[in-house]
T-cell receptor, first 115, second 116 residues
Framework: AQSVTQPDIHITVSEGASLELRCNYS??????LFWYVQSPGQGLQLLLK??????LVQGIKGFEAEFKRSQSSFNLRKPSVHWSDAAEYFC?????????????FGTGTRLQVTL | GAVVSQHPSWVICKSGTSVKIECRSL??????MFWYRQFPKQSLMLMAT?????????EQGVEKDKFLINHASLTLSTLTVTSAHPEDSSFYIC????????????FGSGTRLTVV
């Protein structure tokens, strides 16, 4: 079965500093990979997704992620963090089950930004 | 485009009563909708997958008689928590997958259910 690991439960960075959130997945075939952001008490907003092609994916709000098949990773990066980026970030892998595709989420990484 | 509306955003109900949560795709047709449950400071756990016009597929450990899912049209899915108990209190989120091949998923804003 597929699984997603986000090793960092909580990360704190200073505003303006660079950010990298780690995500490792386990899946037998080429995965569909996603990064979502969730503000407190809100739903999820898609930051970016990888289906195929270029392994460096650009997303909204200045985020990017790189798919590395050899490392089974899909780390999220941002060169300069803004205070408004403080939120919970979820990595997810999408798999086809035959009748539908469904997402499996990692446990999330809470980002705190200090001024 | 690709907006999913979830209603209500929060609800408080008495133990033993039933609560219905609606998930609507506003500007696209969703052949498949998903219902998740999220406990505080935890990840999203898939409860069930619903396809329009057919019975929902429930994940292991999810009581289908307690969490009734109806997907009667391409734009509406409902989750009814029957005979709710305090342990059912949680954050419920729906998502919808666009008909026509896109592999993207759009999420609703979630419903905070508190059973007292």
């Amino acid at each position: 079965a597929q699984s997603v690991t986000q090793p960092d439960i909580h990360i704190t960075v200073s505003e303006g500093a660079s950010l990298e959130l780690r995500c490792n997945y386990s899946y037998g075939a080429t995965p569909y990979l996603f990064w979502y952001v969730q503000s407190p008490g809100q739903g999820l907003q898609l930051l970016l997704k990888y289906f195929s092609g270029d392994t460096l994916v650009q997303g909204i709000k200045g985020f990017e992620a790189e798919f590395k098949r050899s490392q089974s990773s899909f780390n999220l990066r941002k060169p300069s963090v803004h205070w408004s980026d403080a939120a919970e970030y979820f990595c997810a892998v999408g798999v086809n089950t035959g009748t539908a595709s469904k997402l499996t989420f990692g446990t999330g990484t809470r980002l705190q930004v200090t001024l | 485009g690709a907006v999913v509306s979830q209603h209500p955003s929060w609800v408080i109900c008495k133990s033993g009563t039933s609560v219905k949560i609606e998930c609507r795709s506003l500007d696209f047709q969703a052949t498949t909708m998903f219902w998740y449950r999220q406990f505080p400071k935890q990840s999203l756990m898939l409860m069930a997958t619903s396809n329009e016009g057919s019975k929902a597929t429930y994940e292991q450990g999810v009581e289908k008689d307690k969490f009734l899912i109806n997907h009667a049209s391409l734009t509406l899915s409902t989750l009814t928590v029957t005979s709710a108990h305090p342990e059912d209190s949680s954050f419920y989120i729906c998502s919808a997958r666009r008909q026509g091949g896109s592999r993207g998923y759009t999420f609703g804003s979630g419903t905070r259910l508190t059973v007292v």
